[in-house]
């Protein structure tokens, strides 16, 4: 697994092939396997494959067109009910001060992290992108106002291989038994 780990890059460019339904299944059940706080698995994901729906979904993305090239989105999206009483109205955006939405980004973002990586394994790539208001993107999908987006994940074949950006030193990271 490390090999992926450090072959695994923000690909913002993508072939025009499509990419197969079994490797897209197989990704978004490494996600599935996940852990998540309580076992509550918060997390559902919306495949994307059409023109329209994609265009759509870069415009509200901050309308990064390199988004365009890549042939699958999987919207990624975080559902609180795991952690809040149906019963009750709520209503998520980036300002929401629950603290159950914390744990459910958290949650879903590890299940995000088992999908790039696991992308990485079948031999695709994916860029992690989230430069989008929730009531922006929603409406387009018709995700409910108690669901939170946590990223729109793209996916394909890489078109091009970013050299690795700069990460801290190993030594720099690490303390033990206190800060």
């Known amino acids: ?7 695994r890059r923000s690909i913002r460019k993508y072939k025009n092939k499509d990419v197969e339904k079994e490797k897209i299944l197989q990704i978004i ?3 599935r396997l996940s852990p998540s706080g ?5 997390w559902n994901f919306i495949v994307i494959t059409s023109e329209t729906m994609k265009e759509k979904i870069t415009y509200a993305d901050h309308s990064q067109s390199w988004m365009m090239t890549a042939p699958v989105f999987i919207v990624c999206v975080a559902d609180i009910r795991c952690r ?16 159950e939405l914390k744990q459910i980004i958290r949650d879903t973002s590890i299940a995000i992290e088992h999908m790039c990586l696991q992308a990485e394994h079948l031999g695709l790539s994916t860029c992690w992108t ?16 108690d669901k939170y ?10 078109d091009e ?4 950006r700069p990460r801290r030193p190993l030594n720099e990271l ?3 038994e206190k800060w």
Do not use: H
């Open 1 to 7: 697994m490390l090999s992926e780990i450090q072959n």
């Open 29 to 31: 059940d490494s996600a």
């Open 38 to 42: 309580s076992n509550t698995q918060p």
């Open 84 to 99: 809040i009483d149906s019963n009750v109205t709520i209503w998520l955006d980036e300002n929401s001060p629950e603290p």
């Open 130 to 145: 989230a430069w989008f208001n929730q009531k922006d993107l929603r409406p387009i999908l018709g995700i409910p106002e």
């Open 149 to 158: 987006v946590c990223c729109v994940l793209t996916l394909g074949y890489n």
């Open 161 to 164: 291989l970013p050299k690795q």
């Open 174 to 176: 690490i303390r033990y």
